[in-house]
């Protein structure tokens, strides 16, 4: 389970307090995504419950971050095209067939790699290498992202307020830390449950090897 630091979030409840105006703080919500979505998503759901910026904003700020990220891990893979070593095996059969593969599973690949913690840089990244139409790729990202933000949105608002309320009288945070916690709290568990799934998932698929 990722823990943060008090300091942390102290630091992020100031830049919160602080900073009112939207033109600074919807450019501060998308620089958070390239460095932790789940950060990026309990400040934007922070800050439109506390009414300093509107939701559609927050959201707005909060997915349109995440897809640039997203599309930019395609860039990356497009940019290695330009490593000689690399640029030959292109060419090769099994890379030739895991394209074709990855064109013809392209949506199943770009959601599955939005819910599957560890999968999107390898996903998204090879989508660039073997060329993958970007068109597609970037509108399937958008759509992915829009959905799986939204459903954050919708849970840590849910319960944000009202666990973080019941959270601030029990330890004396600030309130909003104490919603920024049971916020990312929030958006850590739903996007760990899919690995703890599968982690398992795998042990008992190994017991049951081992068994027989």
Do not use: H
Request: aromatic share 6%.
């Amino acid at each position: 389970m990722l823990t943060m630091p008090a300091d942390w979030l102290g630091g992020l409840s100031a830049i919160l307090a602080f900073s009112t105006e939207p033109w600074l703080l919807l450019p501060s919500l998308v620089l958070i995504t390239f460095l932790l979505e789940d950060a990026a998503i309990a400040a934007g759901v922070a800050l439109a419950l506390n009414g300093t910026i509107g939701w559609e904003a927050a959201f707005a700020a909060v997915a349109g971050g995440i897809a640039l990220g997203d599309i930019g891990l395609y860039g990356m893979g497009r940019l290695g095209v330009r490593i000689p070593a690399l640029r030959r095996r292109l060419n090769d059969a099994p890379v030739q067939r895991a394209r074709a593969v990855l064109v013809g599973r392209l949506t199943a690949a770009v959601l599955i790699a939005r819910i599957v913690p560890g999968l999107r840089f390898a996903t998204y990244t090879a989508a660039g290498v073997l060329g993958v139409s970007f068109p597609r790729f970037a509108a399937l990202v958008c759509v992915a992202v829009a959905v799986w933000t939204a459903g954050l949105f919708w849970l840590a608002a849910s319960l944000g307020r009202t666990l973080g309320d019941a959270l601030g009288r029990a330890t004396g945070l600030d309130p909003t830390t104490a919603v920024i916690l049971v916020v990312l709290s929030l958006a850590i568990l739903a996007t760990g449950t899919p690995r703890l799934l599968r982690c398992l998932s795998s042990d008992k698929s190994a017991d049951t090897g081992a068994s027989s």
